[in-house]
Every structure is written in C-alpha cells, then in structure tokens.
C-alpha cells in the first residue's frame, strides 16, 4: 500500500532546537504505571512506540528530587546517578529505532506527598496539601528556591548523562511546583517571586534559562504548560494569564507542549468530549511564537492531524493515549494501511493503572505493558503450531479478540455467535450516552477478521453442548460473557435482598431489550464503576423521575481512577436525578424499597414502581460446565481442551476481557514454561545492592 499524500504533511521533519525530530508524531509525557518500579517494562513499552514509527518519545512526570515523591505511584526518577541507568533503559531503545527520547523534569510541590522520604512538601507558601493526607506544604524560603534551581539544573545534566534528546521545564496540570509559582491561588509570597504575573513568572523563567545553559547545546528544551485552567476568572485562562505567559518567554523554549488544567481536564474521556477539543484554548499559541508546538485532543483520524497542521493550530500531533492503543498508528499512516489504526475509545483505562499503582493497561491493546513481561509485540505473533481446528464460542470482546489473534497466527477458525449482532457487552453499553466510541472494540476487530480466509463467522447460532460436541474441534473456546445477576448480591449484600424476586426487579439487560419502565424509578449501584450512572442517565432522559441510590459515598466511586467521577456525579445531579449516597438497600417492597445508612443503620423508604439492580454479573458458565463434566465425552469427541474466556470466567471490565482473549490466543499450543509464574518478574539484581 502506498501513502495518501494528503498525509504527506505528517512526515515532514521538524526541527527542535539542536535535534530534528523524523515526523510529526509526538508521544507527550505520560503516566504507565512502571515508573521506578519496573524500568525494563517501562523502556520496551516506549521503545515499541519508537519502532512503530513514533519521532518523539517522551517519560512520564521524573521526579527530581527527594522531595517531589510520589510514592505509592511508581512515577519515574532522577534523583541521583542510579536513576540514570533506568533512563538510559529507555533512551537506548527508542534511539534504536531512530525516534528522540524526551524527559519531562517535574517537581510536585504541593502535589507531592513524600509518603517513602518523609521530607516535608514544599510550595510557593504555607498551605495544606492537594492530596488526601493530613499534612501541610512548607512555603519556600529564598535558600529553597535557589536548592529547588540546583536540583533541576543536576537533573537535566543526568538525563543529558542519559543521552536523552529533550528535556522539559514543566507546569503543565496544576500539580507541578512551577505551575504552582505561576498560580495567584496557590502563590501568596510578597518578594519578588509572588504578586504579578512576571514575579510570579520569576522562578518559571530562571529554571528555562538554567536548564539552557547547562544542556541546551546538544539536548532541545520544551516546556510543558496548562494554558487554560478552566476555573475561569479563578485560575489562568487561554485569554488571559495563560496567553500573557507564553507571550513572554515566547522564543525562550524550543518547543511549546501546550495543554489544559487539571489532569482530569486534560485527559478527558470520550464521554464528555470530542476529539481534538482542546484546539478552542491552545490554538492561539503558535500566533506568539516561532517555535514549534506540539498539543494534545485524543487524535486518532489522519485527516483530523492534517487539518491540526494545515490550519495552523500545531506543529507536531502530540497524542499520550492514542499512542497507547495504536502504538503503530504513525506507520500504518505511512504505508497507507489508516483503516488499521487501533483507534483510542477515550475510557481511561490506561489512566486507572498509575491510579492503582499496576503497570498500564488498555481496552484496545491487550499488549500495552507485556511488551517486556510476556514478549508480546502489538504487530507480531507466533504462527499457528499445528493445524487443530478451534470453535469459539461468543463473539464479545474477548471471543472476537482470540478469533482475531489465533487468525492472525493461521489457525482455522469458526466463531459462533447466538446473538445476531456481533460486540455482546460493547453493542449494548456502546449505545449507552456518551459511549459510541466504544464500539470501536468491536469494530477493528471485526474489521481484522473479515478478509481472513481461515476465520468462518457465524451470527444467530446458538450453539449446545451437544451440537458442540457433535462437531469436528480440537479445541473450544468459551467466550459467552455474563449477565447482570437479578438478586441483589454484590460488594455490600452477600445474600439475595429480600423482595428481589419481584415483577418490578430488573436489571440492565431487561433495560437493554427494551422492557417496560415505570416511575418512580430506583437505580441500585453496587457496582461503582461506570453502568450504574448511565443507565440512570438513559431513564431520566426517558422521562422517569429516577433516584440513584448507592452504598459508597459518591456515585460511580471507582471512576476516580479514571478521572470522571467528578464530571460523573455532577452530571447526574445537573439532570436532576435524586442521588442517594451511604445507602444500602435492605429490602424490596411492592412500590418501594427499605434503605438502612451504612453507618449508622438507620432506616429509611424511598418510593420505587421499578427498581434496577447494578450490583454484581454472573458468568455465563453454564456450558462451560456442562462440557467439563465429562473428560470421556470430550476425549471421545476429539476436543483436546475447553478453556473458558472474559466475563464467562471472570467478569470484568472490558479490557480485561479483550487482554484474556489475547492470551488464550497467545498460548494455544504454546502454553507458558511456568504457569504459576506466566510472565516475567523484575528482580533487583545482586549487584544492586549495598553490603
């Protein structure tokens, strides 16, 4: 396939001060979860990107000091010379396929905790900390700001040490000590380093001007920078602070990463915004400047990029979870194979490793963090190691992702699914609001499977144990999913709730197959992620009065790894829907259900002529068992194996569904060495460690 030359214009170079980046694909600094922690997992999860065609590579946050901690999030260090062997992990791999490799120095200031130094945070001045804990931030002292230079200067001289290409000056989000000194809210001082905004600019511009001298003649410098803090007149705005910051150290750089505050901003989920919508607040920079400029908006369309460069708004494409889905996404631009292109759904996921303190994970790539691990490449896989026939049964994500990846690898395939509708949990909650990017899982890969003459796909075949049995595979593969269970059983209740087994229970797949509502409604979330809140969305806008009613204290608890609960909650409350917090439901009545605090017991009632119970899923098993039940039978049959996957196994999020489809295929024929150990460990090794 040949390139449209439509998208030439993405692979022009572009020159960064002393080095030249390949093409205009930017992989901007961002969290994975491996930090410190496992830096060989950390470098091959970069290097992979480099090798699929990225030009810049850049670290998460890298912490500079013992005093920027952020223990227990494995963010990444150079603290002291130790650090610059990790470093080098990854600037050797990414240079190994001719992409540069970025550092983005980063002290937290009042972000940081300092949970394994048990040194006190510091900051602009006295105040309490931005985290959950009870301590404070020490306001810095004329001494401090002059260490706090010291320490960045030394640590861009060690990532210079590393052979790191590009060092950052950063304020970007509003946890960082400069964005900190830039902020009239969290910057009270009345010397010279507080006040207007050029005292406050002070400290931002020594720190630029020191990290030039010490290594801007072979590494090019970037700044990091929130334009927008979306607070309004409250906080820096794209109109205001923001603008008249870039305006004065506009040629001081040699690239401009320009973003909106705070993290949750940044990184919003497709569920409350579009692609490319942070062109309204960073489109005015390259208008200031004559360097160039790199931004982010979750792209994954070629013409969107394009459109960014053709217009004027940036420079380079600067992408942080794209390039987690598609780490390829620039060369299957390049060779003309865009209909390939693993399309970031906006879910997070990946953010909810680093908030977990686990290595990054992602719903689309099931390889994201086992590049090092488990050697899986996104690309490649082995080929078939025999001929056996395999019958997977459920075309959800994790059945379409084995059939996908045991085609790719040339075994003969037959994939049944009894619906007729291929995506099982996906096409339900992608119809969901503001979930229809979702359905991407389904479609790449039913866009994978279909030129794949050795994969037969059947829709609206409902498959028994018998027929199963009856039919010429060696191996069965059980990929049937999961229903909601209709009892109440769940994080909080371990026994059905009383009342349970009424007409007016029902669950969300009565919801999705259009069953009858009346209202008063009662939505029951003991789930906590994202199922609950949306389909008391989908009800109030069908014009139910609706109350959601929760044991946790805020709805869709667990969403907070993923950077929506806030947004989550609030639009719930903007619709109008009654939020009910610290509340179990302890009985179901004929129009109302019994409610008991989770502290105090105290009861209460809340009127319900429907109640929906988001509370737990039951694996669809039922045929995985009855097909265990006998080895004979199956031995008699030829089936070698019957292994179940996703949701039928364990129940899930999506993700996990799709990386079990993956490894099944991954491990036919080729099962790991070590079962009890299937991947590998990162062990310090002797060497490492002090008499």
Request: with cysteine; proline share 5%; net charge negative.
């Amino acid at each position: 396939m040949t390139r449209d030359a439509l998208y030439d214009v993405l692979f022009e170079p572009v020159k960064i001060g002393p080095v030249t980046a390949r093409n205009r694909f930017y992989q901007v600094p961002h969290c994975n979860g491996m930090g410190f922690n496992w830096p060989q997992t950390h470098a091959k999860m970069r290097e992979t990107k480099a090798e699929g065609g990225w030009a810049v590579i850049c670290t998460e946050e890298c912490m500079i000091h013992p005093t920027s901690d952020y223990t227990p999030e494995p963010q990444a260090r150079l603290w002291d010379d130790y650090d610059i062997r990790c470093l080098g992990l990854m600037v050797e791999g990414v240079h190994r396929h001719g992409a540069l490799a970025g550092v983005q120095l980063a002290h937290n200031g009042v972000g940081a905790q300092n949970l394994y130094t048990r040194m006190p945070p510091i900051g602009p001045s006295h105040q309490a900390s931005v985290e959950n804990q009870p301590t404070h931030t020490r306001g810095m002292s004329k001494t401090d700001i002059r260490e706090f230079r010291r320490w960045h200067r030394d640590a861009a001289l060690r990532a210079k040490k590393a052979d790191a290409d590009i060092i950052y000056v950063y304020a970007g989000h509003d946890s960082t000590l400069l964005m900190h000194f830039l902020s009239a809210r969290r910057n009270q001082r009345s010397d010279e380093y507080g006040g207007s905004l050029e005292n406050r600019v002070r400290l931002f511009r020594e720190v630029l001007e020191e990290t030039r001298d010490a290594v801007g003649d072979r590494c090019a410098i970037a700044i990091r920078m929130a334009v927008d803090e979306l607070l309004g007149p409250d906080g820096i705005t794209s109109d205001g602070e923001g603008r008249e910051i870039i305006e004065m150290l506009a040629e001081m750089p040699d690239l401009w990463d320009v973003n909106v505050s705070s993290w949750e901003n940044d990184s919003q989920t497709s569920r409350f915004s579009d692609e490319g919508f942070q062109e309204q607040y960073v489109g005015f920079v390259k208008s200031v400047t004559t360097k160039p400029v790199v931004g982010v908006g979750r792209f994954t369309s070629p013409d969107a990029m394009v459109s960014q460069i053709n217009r004027g708004v940036l420079d380079m494409i600067g992408a942080a979870r794209p390039s987690i889905a598609d780490p390829f996404l620039p060369q299957k631009i390049e060779q003309g194979r865009e209909d390939e292109i693993r399309e970031c759904i906006g879910c997070n996921t990946c953010v909810s490793g680093q908030l977990t303190f686990t290595p990054m994970r992602c719903t689309q790539n099931p390889t994201i963090g086992e590049e090092w691990r488990r050697k899986w490449h996104p690309e490649k896989i082995a080929a078939k190691g025999s001929d056996d026939s395999i019958l997977i049964v459920g075309a959800g994500p994790a059945g379409l992702e084995a059939a996908r990846a045991l085609g790719q690898r040339g075994y003969p395939v037959t994939l049944a699914e009894a619906q007729t509708e291929a995506g099982g949990r996906v096409t339900r909650e992608s119809q969901l609001p503001g979930l229809a990017a979702w359905a991407r899982v389904r479609d790449w890969r039913l866009g994978r499977i279909q030129p794949m003459a050795n994969v037969e796909f059947y829709l609206d075949n409902r498959l028994t144990a018998a027929d199963i049995l009856a039919m010429d595979y060696r191996h069965v593969i059980l990929a049937t999913g999961a229903r909601w269970r209709d009892s109440g059983v769940g994080v909080t209740n371990w026994q059905a709730i009383p009342g349970a087994d009424q007409d007016h229970m029902i669950t969300a797949e009565d919801i999705f197959a259009g069953s009858e509502i009346n209202g008063p409604v009662v939505v029951f979330d003991d789930d906590n992620y994202y199922m609950g809140a949306l389909l008391a969305e989908q009800l109030k806008l069908a014009g139910h009065e609706v109350t959601l009613v929760t044991p946790a204290t805020q709805v869709s608890s667990w969403t907070e790894h993923t950077l929506e609960q806030h947004r989550i909650q609030a639009h719930v409350l903007e619709l109008g829907i009654e939020v009910v917090t610290s509340k179990n439901i302890t009985r179901i009545g004929s129009d109302s259900v019994e409610t008991a605090c989770v502290y105090t017991d105290k009861a209460g009632t809340l009127p319900a002529a429907t109640v929906v119970l988001v509370t737990s899923r039951q694996p669809n098993d039922e045929l995985l068992l009855e097909l265990n039940a006998d080895a004979d039978r199956l031995a008699d049959a030829g089936i070698k194996s019957v292994n179940a996957i996703g949701d039928c196994l364990c129940p899930s999020t999506i993700a996990a569904a799709v990386h079990d489809g993956h490894r099944v295929a991954r491990e036919m024929d080729a099962p790991p060495a070590n079962p009890d150990m299937p991947f590998r460990r990162e062990i310090i090794s002797l060497e490492d460690f002090e008499s």
